[in-house]
């Protein structure tokens, strides 16, 4: 389910407005993506991450993520997305895997730095909050989020990831020196730098 905050109407048009006349070129239009829209691609990933349950995406404000991130997890700040499972569902009750709260105006900004579309950027983040959503934790799992996320975003169609974005090459796992091919050349490989 796709929930789009009433307190976006009036902040939202300031937000894109800014996001316009920072990017060098136009990469979205200033209206949020539809919700039917959103909710095609969250159903396609949601069966792509494999995770089962209904999972709410709330787009809202950079000032509401911020209010959220320092009542659940004790940072002041704003960000891009948050993931909140849910608790187990008692036997016989509806699934539900957990809620999303994505900020429009920021994905906005990330969308206009990267050079795509703000729906791209949207859809980028929801993949990133189902994969902690299913248990996945790039901060403590040796880079299996990562994998997993890359894989999934080829197969969505999607640009480079937050993982990527936020940590760089120290994001890929690193290889032990026996692990590594004899054909391999010594020299790093050319990666297009996000």
């Given amino acids: 389910m796709i929930l789009l905050d009433p307190g976006l109407k009036s902040g939202y048009a300031r937000a894109a407005s800014s996001a316009r006349r920072v990017r060098a070129r136009k990469t979205s239009s200033p209206r949020p993506p539809s ?15 494999k995770l089962r349950g209904e999972v709410s995406v ?14 659940y997890r004790g940072i002041d700040r704003t960000t891009d997305v948050l993931s909140f499972p849910a608790v187990d569902s008692p036997a016989g009750e509806e699934c539900v895997a957990g ?8 994905a906005r900004r990330q969308a206009a ?16 909050g189902l994969l902690h959503l299913a248990g996945f934790d790039h901060h403590a799992d040796n880079g299996e989020m990562y994998r997993r996320e890359r894989v999934l975003r080829a197969r969505l169609g999607l640009p480079h990831g937050l993982i990527e ?11 032990n020196r026996k692990d590594r091919p004899r054909s391999a050349s010594k020299r790093p490989a050319k990666g297009r730098k996000s």
């Fill in 35 to 49: 919700a039917r829209t959103l909710a095609r691609f969250l159903s396609a990933a949601q069966k792509a991450v």
């Fill in 58 to 71: 709330l787009l809202t404000t950079d000032s509401a993520v911020r209010r959220l991130n320092r009542t």
């Fill in 99 to 106: 809620d999303l709260a994505v900020s429009l105006p920021m």
């Fill in 113 to 128: 730095e990267h050079g795509h579309s703000a729906l791209a950027e949207i859809e980028i983040l929801i993949l990133h």
């Fill in 165 to 175: 974005r936020a940590m760089g090459d120290s994001a890929r796992p690193q290889k």
